[in-house]
Nanobody
Framework: QVQLVESGGGSVQSGGSLRLSCAANGYAYTYDTYCMGWFRQVPGKEREVVAV???????NYAESVKGRFTISQDKAKNTLYLQMSSLKPEDTAQYYCAAGEPKSSWICYTGRYEYKYWGQGTQVTVSS
């Protein structure tokens, strides 16, 4: 059983930076087995992908965050990160870490329904 715990959310002004972390507990080989992803959701809207990373390190980003966000993983620490820079008010959302079966060792799904394990979420608020 994979347990995911996010941290690092908070409030920041437009143009600022935050780093989210996601610790995987309960299964030592999470990052060697699953695709990992960051998703976000605002009230009344669908949960959307932000970025995903395969067990081989291949990444895929939503167009809205390309060039501003970086997803990475530290397998030794069983931890996933999302470095967010040049934040905008429209980045305000609840951010979720997720783990799911890969499409291949190099390719991850980007749809939320392909991800089986979820963290509880962490709030990011960007003020203008």
């Amino acid at each position: 059983q994979v347990q995911l715990v996010e941290s690092g959310g908070g409030s920041v002004q437009s143009g600022g930076s935050l780093r989210l972390s996601c610790a995987a507990n309960g299964y030592a080989y999470t990052y060697d087995t699953y695709c990992m992803g960051w998703f976000r959701q605002v009230p009344g809207k669908e949960r959307e992908v932000v970025a995903v990373i395969s067990r081989d390190g291949n990444t895929n980003y939503a167009e809205s965050v390309k060039g501003r966000f970086t997803i990475s993983q530290d397998k030794a620490k069983n931890t996933l990160y999302l470095q967010m820079s040049s934040l905008k008010p429209e980045d305000t959302a609840q951010y979720y870490c997720a783990a799911g079966e890969p499409k291949s060792s190099w390719i991850c799904y980007t749809g939320r329904y392909e991800y089986k394990y979820w963290g509880q979420g962490t709030q990011v608020t960007v003020s203008s």
